[in-house]
């Protein structure tokens, strides 16, 4: 397993976000976390990436545990993230931004900006414009771009659909399985479980800080309950954009402490 | 920014405001594409003038009521230099410190205490004072820089009250009567420039050579943080400001650098504090009040927090103008906190920002965004929404 989580349990203050998870993800694959607001996917995000502490529970990586290892370390061993809310730094270019994704490292960087902005020729226009400036979609793909300059083994991408128009989200999808293809590990937590299951192999869904089912992604497309929860189900409603209205959605409280945009 | 379409009334003043810092902008873009020998022709200017400021003529205009020499030095210099220190950390990482003047205290005890005790002379003093001071700056920052935004503002509040009353308490160094007899700078040379002006001879009564050791100081420090500034610790400290988890995930390792800023403002604000205690003959805790801290703090971000030459002005106008307006007695403190509190609806990034921080500003992010981390509440959104 390139990536395992067993029984984590996270905190905020006095309260659990996590109850106990458990994940894994292999070598190769798209894997998607799938599940309300508040159901604790962004925390389990940041759990991997570092940056909120676990309270019990491990976090191995290759093999190795991390649980204990500070977030700019892991990023050297390979987890690269392209956080919540997108998280850009606005007031950097976006060359100097994909170029903070490649601070930790040694050595030259200019083959790794060229085939970001092969990726996304879109970049490549703006390379001289402040981030902060940037439409909704150009800031999420640079978000991943400069996740991807990390050279992660894994990739953790944190509701890259988040506010986007439909035809950007297929756009980011679209880039996101290209990125898969080209080697690197997906974990994807989206909110968008229809785009996000047709995206993924395999996916696990979440409530308040449980796993509550995992399967193949074909299977939870299939399965009644999901279906009900977070695909519109029965009510006839089908399509992208309409994950967020399930019964228990509790609206749109950003959840997290992501930046305020 | 929303707010700033809905504020009714100040339509006009925002006009004006416009007409007077537009060309500020212009300015910053134009010496943004200025040739090398340009610069170094400002620079050069810069320094002259600077030197040449404190003759009577220059006075006769700038403190018609006070000897402007004495102002030159305090508060005048002693601000640009506290302010420059203090751009590095909020500025520069966006950490909102309101103790800074911690830092200062301590530079002028040890100069003061090392001095009177020890005897010893003030260039020994004052590496001994920057290394105690950053040094209490890490002390400071350890514990609390897991802390963010406002969190982190409330404690560096704390610890710069903390230094004031153990001062104020502690008879081993004079408790609330300070030190006296504080000695000077040793005279480096008795040379006379012009008449009646010894540049390297430090006594009572002309206040030119202090100052000028404060100029030099300033260019030594100016030059320092401008080379931080462009080098990979710059990179890491715009990171920080603009967004610290993104940072902490692009590998940058968020505690130590947070560390790192802390310690070098706090360094330059106790080279800052052991100048002022050589002058000044004796310091009392009484020097260094809460409301020091709060006027640096007014002018970086008056000047445009982050960027060098704004800070600068920042400070200057601080501590210039109301010994300017000293004519008004106390009307001058309100008319001054009504300018600042002006300043901060028409053009809160400050007279002279950075392309960089307008930018940020834009976003809400950097320090005026204060991306406090508050658990429980962010909790309970994850908890209860289900």
């Known amino acids: ?261 | 920014m929303s707010h700033s379409k809905n504020t009714t009334g100040i339509g006009p003043v925002r006009a004006a405001m416009r007409k007077i810092t537009t060309p500020f902008d212009e300015m910053r873009d134009w010496w943004g594409r200025a040739p090398g020998w340009v610069r170094w022709t400002v620079y050069g200017l810069v320094i002259v003038a600077a030197l040449l400021a404190p003759s009577d003529s220059v006075g006769a205009f700038m403190s018609p009521e006070s000897d402007w020499a004495t102002i030159l030095f305090y508060p005048i210099g002693v601000f640009v230099l506290l302010a420059i220190g203090l751009n590095v950390v909020v500025g520069q990482a966006g950490l909102l410190d309101l103790g800074f003047v911690a830092f200062f205290a301590i530079g002028g005890y040890v100069m003061a205490v090392i001095g009177t005790e020890l005897g010893w002379n003030f260039w020994e003093i004052i590496v001994v004072a920057v290394l105690i001071s950053s040094l209490s700056g890490i002390i400071l920052g350890a514990p609390t820089l897991r802390l963010r935004g406002d969190y982190l503002a409330i404690v560096t509040l704390g610890f710069g009250e903390i230094v004031r009353l153990v001062a104020q308490n502690t008879d081993a160094i004079g408790g609330p009567r300070g030190i006296n007899s504080i000695p000077h700078p040793p005279d480096m040379s008795d040379i006379e420039i012009i008449p009646d002006l010894q540049p390297f001879t430090y006594g009572v009564i002309d206040p030119r050579p202090y100052y000028y050791l404060l100029v030099a100081l300033c260019v030594l420090v100016i030059i320092f943080a401008r080379r931080l500034e462009k080098s990979r610790v710059g990179r890491a400290w715009a990171a920080i400001r603009e967004d610290e988890d993104a940072a902490e995930i692009m590998g940058v390792p968020t505690f130590r650098f947070k560390l790192l800023a802390f310690a070098i403002g706090a360094a330059i604000g106790g080279a800052t504090g052991t100048v002022f205690a050589a002058k000044m003959i004796s310091i009392v805790p009484n020097n260094f009040p809460f409301i020091l801290s709060a006027t640096i703090l007014a002018a970086v971000v008056l000047g445009g927090s982050g960027n060098l030459p704004g800070v600068i002005l920042g400070a200057f106008l601080v501590g210039w103008l109301p010994e300017r307006f000293r004519g008004f007695e106390d009307y001058r403190v309100l008319l001054f906190g009504g300018v600042l509190v002006l300043m901060m609806i028409v053009r809160p990034q400050g007279l002279l920002p950075s392309r960089q921080r307008s930018a940020e500003f834009a976003e809400g992010s950097g320090m005026g965004g204060m991306g406090a981390e508050v658990a429980t509440p962010t909790a309970k959104a994850e908890v209860s929404s289900r």
């Open chain 1, 1 to 261: 397993m390139l990536l395992e989580l067993k029984d984590v349990y996270v905190h905020y203050g006095k309260i659990e976000a996590i109850k106990g998870i458990s994940l894994e993800v292999a070598e190769g694959e798209i894997v998607s976390l799938i599940g309300a607001n508040g159901a604790g996917k962004t925390t389990t995000l940041k759990t991997i990436s570092g940056l909120r502490p676990i309270s019990a529970g491990r976090v191995l990586f290759d093999g190795k545990d991390i649980s204990r290892t500070p977030g700019h370390v892991r990023v050297l061993r390979g987890i690269g993230q392209a956080p919540e809310g997108r998280g850009v730094f606005p007031g950097m270019t976006v060359q100097e931004n994909l170029q903070m994704g490649a601070y930790a490292r040694k050595g030259n960087t200019a083959g790794d900006l060229a085939e970001m902005y092969d990726l996304f020729p879109r970049l490549n226009e703006r390379r001289a414009q402040m981030a902060g400036t940037l439409s909704g979609g150009e800031q999420q793909m640079l978000a991943i771009g400069r996740a991807l300059m990390t050279k992660p083994k894994v990739l953790l991408l944190d509701e890259p659909s988040m506010g986007l128009a439909p035809k950007l989200v297929t756009q980011i999808f679209s880039i996101i399985e290209e990125i898969n293809h080209r080697g690197t590990t997906v974990l994807l937590v989206e909110q968008n479980a229809q785009q996000a299951l047709q995206l993924a192999h395999r996916a696990y869904v979440l409530e308040t800080g449980h796993v509550v089912k995992s399967a193949s992604a074909s299977q939870l497309l299939d399965d009644p309950e999901v279906r009900a929860a977070y695909l519109g189900g029965d009510l006839g409603v089908d399509g992208a954009g309409e994950a967020d209205a399930t019964p228990n959605g509790a609206g749109r409280p950003t959840g997290g402490d992501a930046p305020a945009q």
